[in-house]
C-alpha cells in the first residue's frame, strides 16, 4: 500500500530550525512533483513549497529564503530545511507528491498525514 509519511516536527523557539522529512513507501514506478502544505489553526490549508523531478523548486513568499525543499530519487525522500522559525510558522505540515505506482497505472496526487510543527518561546 503507497503511503507517505512525515517525520521531524515538533516545539521550536522563534528562530530555530526544523528539518522535515517526507517518505514515500510501498508500491512507486515514478514520483513526480512533491509538494509541502501547512495548515494553521482556524485557516485554510496553503501551499508552502514544490519541488519538480528534475529538482526546480519553487516556495510561497512568506517562506522564500527561510525555507529550502529538497529530494533524494534513491530514497523516495522529500525533505523541507526551515530556518528562522516565526510563530506564523506554526501548523501542520502535510506532503502531497504527484505519484504513478505502476508502469500501467496514471500518476494522482497522495498525502501523508500531517505533522505538528510549533514556533513558541
Known amino acids: 500500500q503507497l503511503q507517505l509519511v512525515e517525520s521531524g516536527g515538533g516545539l521550536v523557539q522563534p528562530g530555530g530550525s526544523l528539518r522535515l522529512s517526507c517518505a514515500a513507501s510501498g508500491s512507486i514506478f515514478s514520483i513526480y512533483n512533491m509538494n509541502w502544505y501547512r495548515q494553521a489553526p482556524g485557516k485554510q490549508r496553503e501551499w508552502v513549497a514544490r519541488?519538480?523531478?528534475?529538482?526546480?523548486?519553487n516556495y510561497a513568499d512568506s517562506v522564500k529564503g527561510r525555507f529550502t525543499v529538497s529530494r533524494d530519487n534513491a530514497n523516495e525522500t522529500m525533505y523541507l530545511q526551515m530556518n528562522s522559525l516565526k510563530p506564523g510558522d506554526t501548523a501542520v505540515y502535510y506532503c502531497?507528491?504527484?505519484?504513478?505506482?505502476?508502469?500501467?497505472?496514471?500518476?494522482?496526487?497522495?498525502w501523508g498525514q500531517g505533522i505538528q510543527v510549533t514556533v513558541s518561546s
Open positions: 502531497a507528491c504527484n505519484i504513478r505506482p505502476t508502469l500501467h497505472s496514471n500518476s494522482r496526487y497522495y
Open positions: 519541488i519538480t523531478t528534475g529538482g526546480s523548486t
